[in-house]
């Protein structure tokens, strides 16, 4: 859980929407959601296999702590001993990171449990208050090495016995020196680095606290409170009242907050043009993607391809618009389902069945893993009294993946199981393969293998398909993965270029200019078969990633190089499944776009993201045949 790692708390949750939703117990034939001691083990995650007891988390939390606060007597003498005194930071880092990851990890999955009881999150805490400690002892680290002569520090990682290990994190962090600042001068950017939070931290407070939603009347005349969460359901919702409705209700409340959120947008983009700026960068953009050595050509990728190809996106909308027997398409209409579930009341061990056959392709060692998984109890299945909602994958270095699910019987949740195993395997492979110090991919690459298993589960499902009606549901859903992964994000990532270019060639950030901006980029998005209603042009008020600049198009190159590697698997090419168990194998031990570029996915060129919309207008044509779109309309 080094400072040069991502580590313990970040989560690698579901992406699709379904899989964060609160579900009901499906095993219980009452409905009635059982407390967790009436579950079957078989059916809960074994966490004894990283701690016996909660007492034996105790001794080991009282065992590491002097351990981290020791790191930090290290500080002003890295550069002691011809590279000895580094390589002994590196080697004590690691080993009080590994058990402290292990500490915030059991305490957290603990609590979730039975997010009722208080000793877990009381272990949580201490837990998360440990790793503040960790990250005070260790603040040294990165000034102190770039303060070292290069020269020095590569001589030693020659010379020095084991330290070559760490070659490519030294790299990595010394690539960062051309744009540290002297100490006096970093001082200040930290200092002023509160300041800089101010945006995002008051428009979380203004749209999580401050701002209420009115009340709108569901299908059967109930009042239902507005909430962002709740927008997704009823915009689900067969009443197209409803939906309309919550529409009107959602972004009308935020219309009346358009110039103070406004005016948090702008000072965020301020303030990662300040940075850029000051740390000697190009722009905000290069500044964002140096961390990942990426170069701009996969920036250009991402927003180009959705505008190349944003025909197939207008034919996706005159297909919703036919099937939904509506004359005129708006926003409230593009989550409605196109097709009911076919399936429900899958029992879990048929969703297994089903997920085993589906990743079939990837290998018998693949398969193995998998199977070991589920017999070895990674997965607590069913929802419980007091149990945390939705969908993850988490676990430590030295331990085996956890995937946390709340089973209901659907497809849906076969999906969710599919990904959330992706995530897990991908993490199984890594760590089995790689050193410590690489044993974790980055945000990058998080989703690929997650996204990659659900691209086979549906390729599966589509061969083995049975009714018109499961194809419906199946080939909605996946419309629904392209529009909202691929096309939504690429129109954000194209948003967010366009605001940052503005600011930094002297314009303003005003609301007007904003949803003029919103507009243009959803007509292009959708086309002329969905009217642009007025109140969609202040969407882009209700979108916090943007202030975490130049991040969702991550979201686009993930899907994109999931199914580059799904199609090629299911198409039999040559080496695709040696290929791609290689990328899951690697984990953060070279740049991420070089792992995937050995695996055959260059995001640097057009073919992935090209192979990518070819698969989905084949499968748009199949829909459009589906559901007797005419030839005319395409």
Not at 372 to 387: A, F, H, M, P, T
Request: glycine share 6%; proline share 4%; net charge negative.
């Amino acid at each position: 859980m080094t400072h040069f790692k991502r580590y313990a708390p970040f989560i690698l949750a579901a992406a699709h929407m379904m899989s964060l939703l609160p579900s009901a117990f499906a095993a219980s034939p009452t409905g009635a959601v059982p407390e967790r001691s009436e579950i079957p083990e078989s059916f809960r995650w074994d966490l004894e296999a990283i701690y016996s007891s909660m007492d034996a988390w105790e001794a080991s939390f009282e065992a590491i702590a002097p351990r981290v606060d020791a790191l930090g007597e290290y500080a002003g003498h890295l550069g002691e001993g011809e590279g000895a005194k580094l390589l002994a930071f590196l080697k004590e880092d690691e080993a009080v990171s590994l058990e402290l990851e292990k500490l915030y990890v059991y305490a957290n999955m603990k609590s979730h449990e039975d997010m009722r009881v208080t000793r877990p999150m009381e272990l949580a805490s201490r837990a998360e208050t440990l790793m503040v400690r960790y990250s005070t002892a260790t603040a040294f680290f990165a000034p102190e090495l770039m303060a070292l002569p290069e020269d020095s520090v590569r001589r030693w990682i020659k010379e020095t016995p084991g330290l070559k290990l760490y070659d490519f994190l030294l790299t990595k962090s010394l690539r960062e020196r051309e744009h540290t600042l002297s100490r006096d001068e970093e001082t200040l950017l930290a200092k002023v680095g509160e300041l800089s939070a101010v945006p995002e931290n008051a428009y979380s407070l203004l749209t999580n606290a401050d701002m209420k939603f009115p009340t709108i009347k569901d299908e059967k005349g109930n009042d239902v409170e507005l909430t962002e969460e709740r927008w997704y359901l009823l915009s689900r919702s067969p009443s197209r009242d409803v939906r309309k409705a919550a529409f009107l209700g959602l972004l009308g409340t935020y219309e009346k907050f358009r110039n103070a959120i406004g005016a948090l947008y702008s000072g965020s983009v301020k303030s990662d043009i300040f940075y850029s700026l000051t740390r000697r960068y190009k722009d905000s953009l290069d500044e964002a993607l140096f961390g990942d050595n990426v170069p701009r050509t996969v920036y250009e990728n991402v927003v180009g391809t959705a505008n190349r190809f944003a025909p197939l996106m207008h034919r996706l909308v005159a297909l919703r618009k036919k099937a939904l027997g509506l004359d005129t398409l708006r926003y409230y209409d593009l989550n409605v389902p196109l097709s009911e579930e076919p399936l429900t009341n899958i029992p879990y061990e048929k969703a297994c069945e089903m997920a085993i056959e589906a990743l079939a392709p990837l290998g018998e060692d693949y398969v193995a893993n998998f199977k070991r998984g589920l017999s070895e109890r990674w997965i607590d299945v069913y929802e419980n009294q007091g149990k945390r909602s939705g969908a993850y994958s988490w676990g430590s270095y030295a331990t085996h993946p956890y995937v946390l699910m709340n089973y209901n019987g659907t497809l849906n949740d076969v999906f969710t199981l599919v990904h959330e195993m992706g995530h897990s395997l991908h993490s199984h492979y890594s760590h089995t393969n790689q050193p410590q110090v690489y044993g974790d991919y980055t945000i990058l690459l998080a989703e690929v293998a997650s996204t990659t298993n659900e691209a086979l589960l549906l390729g599966y499902l589509l061969k083995n398909v049975r009714t018109d009606a499961e194809r419906k549901w199946l080939l909605d859903y996946y419309y629904t993965m392209v529009r909202t992964t691929f096309f939504r994000q690429a129109m954000f990532a194209d948003f967010e270029l366009r605001t940052h270019e503005r600011v930094e060639q002297g314009g303003a950030l005003t609301p007007e200019w904003m949803g003029n901006l919103w507009k243009e980029l959803n007509a292009s998005c959708y086309g002329p078969e969905m009217a642009i209603d007025p109140e969609l042009c202040v969407e882009w008020a209700r979108i916090p990633h943007f202030y975490t600049a130049f991040y969702v198009y991550k979201y686009v190159t993930g899907f994109t190089a999931a199914n580059a590697f799904a199609s090629a698997i299911l198409n039999g090419e040559e080496g695709a499944v040696d290929r791609y168990l290689t990328f899951l194998k690697s984990g953060g031990s070279d740049w991420s776009l070089d792992i995937l570029r050995r695996a055959g996915v260059d995001l640097a060129s057009a073919e992935p993201f090209e192979r990518t919309m070819k698969l989905f207008e084949e499968r748009l044509t199949e829909g459009e045949q589906l559901w007797g779109v005419s030839a005319a309309k395409k």
